[in-house]
């Protein structure tokens, strides 16, 4: 498919984040992918080898301590401590 550059982005170079100036200025800003910018700049897109997904052994996780409960006893009685009269 042709793309039909027309107005102020005709003499655009298409990158990875955006459309820019001959010179480098950056005209118009997005994520553009290997497929698009090839079309717009009128080249081959890269070919990407698909590669098999490699099985890993699964690790358990390392369990996590159980936190510690104040219990109310404890609670009364640091409070108690502070308020005695």
């Known amino acids: ?5 027309s ?4 003499d655009a170079i298409a990158k990875e984040n955006g459309y820019f100036s001959p010179k480098g200025e950056k005209l118009k ?3 553009l992918t290997p497929e ?3 079309e717009w700049n009128g080249t081959e897109a890269p070919v990407v080898e698909e590669q098999e997904p ?11 301590k159980a936190a510690k409960k104040k219990t ?11 308020f005695k009269k």
């Open 54 to 64: 490699e099985q890993e052994e699964k690790k358990a996780a390392p369990k996590k």
């Open 36 to 38: 698009q910018i090839a």
């Open 72 to 82: 109310a006893a404890k609670k009364e009685s640091t409070l108690g401590k502070l």
């Open 29 to 31: 800003g997005g994520r």
């Open 1 to 5: 498919m042709t793309i039909n550059k």
């Open 7 to 10: 107005g102020w982005l005709k």
